[in-house]
C-alpha cells in the first residue's frame, strides 16, 4: 500500500496548529524586523514606527506578509501592535498609508483589540477584505521607543496645617495627552485629571492630617497605566500657648468643686488637653471636639492644692503634636474649723492618784489633723495626731499640779500653711483630798 505524502493526512485543527509550530520556527531563523505576528514596514519606519503588517501562511513552509486595513483603527488597536514590538506607548494610530502603501493581501480590517492583548493575532478583526479595503487606506502606528515614566513633584514635601499645596505628575515632554491619576498609597483619596500635555497639577486645599502620608502619579494611555514612584507629604502644625483658667477664683474652701479651664486658639480640632499638677501627682486628659475643655476637680482637698499647667495635643498621622504648656493657675485651699468640744472624765472632784480622760472632739471632715490639750494656767501641753475627728488623753495618778482649767484645739497642715480650730470651752479638773491624807500627822 503506497504511503501518503504526512500534509496530505493532516485535516482541521491539526494541520493548523502543525503551521503554527513551522510557522514559530520560521520565525526564529527569519530576518524578518520582529518575531511575532506583526512587523513595521514602509517608507521612514524606524523599529518602533511603520506600516503594520502581519503575517499569513501561503503554503506549507512558506509564509507572507500582508497589511492592515484603517477601517476603525485606533490607539488600542496600535498599543497591542507596539507591545509586540517591544517598544513603549502608542502615540499615533495612523491610516492612508501614512507609511507608504504595502504589497501583497490586505488581511484584516476592522481590528478590535481591547489594548490590554499580548498580539494583535488575539484581537477580533474581519479578514481578507478584497472590495472594500485598497493598500491606500493601510494602517500604521507610531510608538514610543520606551515606557514613560511619571514624575511626581512637590513644592515642599513639609507643609503647613491649612495651607494649600500643589502637586505635579509630568511625564517626558514626548509623551502628550492622557490621563493622570494622583492617590495615596494607603487609604481611599485619588484624584484624576485628563491632559493634553506632558503635566498635570494637582491643587489640594486647606490641607490637614488626612492628607498626611505616601502619594504616588500614575499616568494612563490607552489602556496601560504607568506608576511613578512614591514621594511623602507631611502635613505639621504648630499650636499657640493654650490659655488657663480657675473657678472660684482665689481661696476656695475643703469639699468644694473647683473648675479648670484649659482653650487654645486654633482650628486643628478633634485633639486632647491634658491637665497637671506642677508638683504632685494630679494629671487628667481630655478629648475634645471644640477648642476648650473643662475640668472638674470635685472635694478639693489639701492635696490637690498647688499650681496647675495644661497643653494641647493633636495625633497625625505619622505623629504627634503639642502646644507649649500654658501658663499656670494656682489652687489654694482653705478651711474653717469650728470649735471643738470638750469633756473629762470622772466628771466632778477626782481623788489624787486617780486617772482622768479628756477628750476633744471637731465637727469636720478634714480628718488626719492633731488635737492639743492645754492646762490654761500651768505647765500641761500634750498633742495627739487623730484619723477620727476626737482624741482621748489620759492623765494618769493626778496631783495637786494636775489641777486647774483645760482646753483643747484642733490643727490641720495643708500644703503651705497651718490652719488651726478656735479653743475650745474649758473644763475643770478639781482633785480633792481623801479623808486619810487630811488626818495625817504633822511630822515636822
Known amino acids: 500500500m503506497k504511503?501518503?505524502?504526512?500534509?496530505?493526512?493532516?485535516?482541521?485543527?491539526?494541520?493548523?496548529?502543525?503551521?503554527?509550530?513551522?510557522l514559530a520556527a520560521y520565525l526564529v531563523v527569519s530576518p524578518s524586523p520582529s518575531a511575532g505576528w506583526s512587523r513595521l514596514a514602509g517608507n521612514g519606519a524606524t523599529r518602533c514606527s511603520g506600516r503594520v503588517e502581519v503575517i499569513y501562511i501561503v503554503s506549507d513552509f512558506v509564509y507572507s506578509w500582508g497589511t492592515v486595513c484603517d477601517d476603525g483603527w485606533d490607539l488600542k488597536d496600535a498599543e497591542v501592535v507596539c507591545r509586540e514590538q517591544s517598544c513603549g506607548i502608542a502615540l499615533e494610530a495612523l491610516g492612508s498609508a501614512y507609511f507608504g502603501q504595502g504589497t501583497g493581501k490586505i488581511l484584516r480590517s476592522n481590528v478590535d483589540c481591547s489594548?490590554?492583548?499580548?498580539?494583535?493575532?488575539?484581537?477580533?478583526?474581519?479578514?481578507?477584505?478584497?472590495?472594500?479595503?485598497?493598500?491606500?487606506?493601510?494602517?500604521?502606528?507610531?510608538?514610543?521607543?520606551?515606557?514613560?515614566?511619571?514624575?511626581?513633584?512637590?513644592?515642599?514635601?513639609?507643609?503647613?496645617?491649612?495651607?494649600?499645596?500643589?502637586?505635579?505628575?509630568?511625564?517626558?515632554?514626548?509623551?502628550?495627552?492622557g490621563t493622570f491619576i494622583l492617590q495615596k498609597t494607603s487609604g481611599s483619596f485619588s484624584h484624576t485629571q485628563p491632559s493634553s500635555t506632558s503635566s498635570v497639577t494637582f491643587n489640594l486645599h486647606n490641607v490637614n492630617f488626612d492628607h498626611d502620608g505616601l502619594y504616588q502619579c500614575q499616568y494612563m494611555k490607552t489602556s496601560r497605566r504607568f506608576s511613578s514612584s512614591s514621594v511623602r507629604l507631611t502635613v505639621t502644625v504648630s499650636f499657640p500657648k493654650p490659655r488657663i483658667s480657675i473657678y472660684p477664683v482665689g481661696?476656695?474652701?475643703?469639699?468644694?468643686?473647683?473648675?479648670?479651664?484649659?482653650?487654645?486658639?486654633?482650628?486643628?480640632?478633634?485633639?486632647?488637653?491634658?491637665?497637671?499638677?506642677?508638683?504632685?501627682?494630679?494629671t487628667r486628659s481630655q478629648t475634645s471636639n471644640t477648642n476648650s475643655a473643662t475640668f472638674n476637680i470635685p472635694n478639693v482637698d489639701f492635696d490637690n492644692e498647688g499650681l496647675y499647667q495644661c497643653q494641647y495635643k493633636k495625633r497625625g498621622s505619622s505623629r504627634e503634636f503639642s502646644s507649649p504648656l500654658s501658663d499656670s493657675v494656682r489652687l489654694s485651699v482653705a478651711v474653717s474649723f469650728p470649735k471643738p468640744r470638750i469633756s473629762i472624765y470622772p466628771v466632778g472632784e477626782v481623788t489624787w492618784g486617780q486617772t482622768v480622760e479628756i477628750t476633744c472632739s471637731v465637727s469636720t471632715q478634714v480628718l488626719g489633723g492633731s488635737f492639743t490639750l492645754s492646762q490654761i494656767q500651768g505647765s500641761f501641753r500634750r498633742s495627739q495626731t487623730s484619723n477620727t475627728n476626737s482624741?482621748?488623753?489620759?492623765?494618769?495618778?493626778?496631783?495637786?499640779?494636775?489641777?486647774?482649767?483645760?482646753?483643747?484645739?484642733y490643727k490641720k497642715r495643708g500644703s503651705r500653711r497651718e490652719f488651726s480650730s478656735p479653743l475650745s470651752d474649758s473644763v475643770r479638773l478639781c482633785y480633792c483630798e481623801t479623808a486619810d491624807t487630811q488626818h495625817l500627822p504633822d511630822l515636822s
Open 251 to 282: 481661696e476656695v474652701t475643703w469639699g468644694q468643686t473647683v473648675e479648670i479651664t484649659c482653650s487654645v486658639s486654633t482650628q486643628v480640632l478633634g485633639g486632647s488637653f491634658t491637665l497637671s499638677q506642677i508638683q504632685g501627682s494630679f
Open 115 to 177: 489594548g490590554s492583548e499580548a498580539s494583535i493575532d488575539v484581537c477580533r478583526y474581519r479578514s481578507y477584505i478584497k472590495d472594500n479595503c485598497t493598500h491606500g487606506r493601510d494602517a500604521g502606528v507610531v510608538c514610543s521607543e520606551t515606557l514613560p515614566d511619571p514624575t511626581l513633584s512637590l513644592y515642599s514635601n513639609e507643609v503647613t496645617w491649612g495651607q494649600d499645596v500643589s502637586i505635579t505628575c509630568s511625564v517626558s515632554d514626548k509623551f502628550s495627552g
Open 391 to 409: 482624741a482621748t488623753f489620759n492623765i494618769p495618778n493626778v496631783d495637786f499640779d494636775n489641777e486647774g482649767l483645760y482646753q483643747c484645739q
Open 3 to 22: 504511503q501518503q505524502p504526512f500534509f496530505s493526512v493532516m485535516e482541521g485543527r491539526g494541520k493548523r496548529a502543525l503551521h503554527f509550530l513551522i
